[in-house]
T-cell receptor
């Protein structure tokens, strides 16, 4: 149990287009999800907190108009990179807190990530 | 004074030897710490966690040590195997599920 999926796993797009990345909790509900960004050989940087039924909260320095987040249901959050440019190329990872029944304290489940390449 | 393990971005270890990965965290108010393993092109995978009211916790082949005095965390892997090759991140949690990740250490296991 407690699996998080992402779709697509890899996407290549032209500069100026928008790209939508989906994050789903497959067997549990998540009122909160998190989006991270990771550059090659770097650590994960928290971008925003996705809240079901309300606006996302963004970390300092993250453009909310650039990275649109929609948490439409208890199992789905989407991240849309608008008017993508080469500098937006990165590995985007989502996570959701849940419980596996083994560990129950602030356990986070991570998706497999989405590799975005903007040409 | 007390020595603090140095964080190294890379670690090369002989198969069968023990590995020690170090991490310094920043927030003295953090109450929960986690070690993650990340393989190339994948999301982070939970290894072991520890709460701030503990200083040591053991799992299968792994041990996490927490030194709150110097804000230092370490992960020890016993009898390192080729499948342990990955990037290892420590993360701290401030109680609201938001994680702050460390810089990461790339572990390479030599056969």
């Amino acid at each position: 149990g407690a699996v998080v999926s992402q779709h697509p796993s890899r996407v290549i797009c032209k500069s100026g287009t928008s790209v939508k990345i989906e994050c789903r909790s497959l067997d549990f509900q998540a009122t909160t999800m998190f989006w991270y960004r990771q550059f090659p050989k770097k650590s994960l940087m928290l971008m925003a907190t996705s809240n079901e039924g309300s606006k996302a909260t963004y970390e300092q320095g993250v453009e909310k108009d650039k990275f649109l987040i929609n948490h439409a249901s208890l199992t789905l959050s989407t991240l849309t990179v608008t008017s993508a440019h080469p500098e937006d190329s990165s590995f985007y990872i989502c996570s959701a807190p849940g419980t596996s029944g083994i560990r129950s304290y602030n356990e986070q489940f991570f998706g497999p990530g989405t590799r975005l390449t903007v040409l | 004074g007390e020595s603090v393990g140095l964080h190294l971005p890379t670690l090369s270890v002989q198969e069968g030897d023990n590995s020690i990965i170090n991490c310094a965290y920043s927030n003295s108010a953090s109450d929960y710490f986690i070690w993650y393993k990340q393989e190339s092109g994948k999301g982070p995978q939970f290894i072991i966690d520890i709460r701030s009211n503990m200083d040591k916790r053991q799992g299968q082949r792994v041990t996490v040590l927490l030194n709150k005095t110097v804000k230092h965390l370490s992960l020890q892997i016993a009898a390192t195997q080729p499948g342990d090759s990955a990037v290892y991140f420590c993360a701290e949690n401030n109680g609201d599920y938001k994680l702050s990740f460390g810089a990461g250490t790339t572990v390479t296991v030599r056969a």
